[in-house]
């Protein structure tokens, strides 16, 4: 048997005994630096998801209120503008089914969202409706939809956008 073998491992056990508690308190620390460092991650993670929702305020009445004079030029430019006031639009093409568009912002007025009249008779008879989704601003659902919907994503049968669409 090798004597300096059993000296080195002997003296390792007795600086182990000596230290040992320094060293369980380091490793103590560690664990807890780590735990600390995920629980300002998971913050720091909730806190972006919390910034996406769409809180919003209601700029109308703050101008009408705070700036009178602002709020009356910019109505009379939305009066002005072609389409200003409306939020649903029939797109015609001939010889192509006419399509849909329902143009919103995300804002706190859940009338732009209600699906009623023209709107809702539109949706009824739509063949595909597209819809745009918050969560295609959070990349990893974003990658995990377009895996899971590949057929509604992408093109399957070789062809690309450009294919599809003509010179005009």
Not at 51 to 65: E, N, P, T
Not at 99 to 117: C, F, K, N, P, W
């Given at each position: 048997m090798n004597p300096f073998a059993t000296r080195s491992k002997s003296a390792f056990i007795a600086l182990a005994?000596?230290?040992?508690?320094?060293?369980?308190a380091a490793a103590a620390?560690?664990?807890a630096l780590f735990f600390i460092s995920f629980l300002w991650v998971l913050a720091q993670a909730v806190s972006a998801q919390a910034g996406m929702a769409c809180g919003g305020s209601d700029l109308v009445a703050r101008y009408q209120s705070e700036e009178p004079e602002t709020y009356a030029r910019l109505a009379a430019e939305a009066a002005a503008e072609?389409?200003?006031?409306h939020v649903f639009w029939r797109l015609e093409k001939?010889?192509?089914?006419p399509s849909y568009l329902l143009g919103t912002m995300h804002m706190s007025d859940v009338r732009i969202a209600r699906l009623e009249g023209a709107r809702l008779?539109?949706?009824?008879?739509?063949?595909?409706?597209?819809?745009?989704?918050?969560?295609?601003?959070?990349?990893?659902k974003a990658a995990a939809a377009m895996l899971q919907y590949r057929n509604l994503t992408l093109y399957t049968d070789g062809t690309t956008l450009a294919d599809r669409?003509?010179?005009?």
């Amino acid at each position: 048997m090798n004597p300096f073998a059993t000296r080195s491992k002997s003296a390792f056990i007795a600086l182990a005994d000596r230290h040992g508690e320094r060293l369980l308190a380091a490793a103590a620390g560690l664990m807890a630096l780590f735990f600390i460092s995920f629980l300002w991650v998971l913050a720091q993670a909730v806190s972006a998801q919390a910034g996406m929702a769409c809180g919003g305020s209601d700029l109308v009445a703050r101008y009408q209120s705070e700036e009178p004079e602002t709020y009356a030029r910019l109505a009379a430019e939305a009066a002005a503008e072609v389409n200003g006031g409306h939020v649903f639009w029939r797109l015609e093409k001939d010889g192509v089914q006419p399509s849909y568009l329902l143009g919103t912002m995300h804002m706190s007025d859940v009338r732009i969202a209600r699906l009623e009249g023209a709107r809702l008779a539109a949706f009824n008879a739509a063949d595909t409706v597209i819809v745009e989704s918050v969560e295609a601003l959070i990349e990893e659902k974003a990658a995990a939809a377009m895996l899971q919907y590949r057929n509604l994503t992408l093109y399957t049968d070789g062809t690309t956008l450009a294919d599809r669409l003509d010179a005009r």
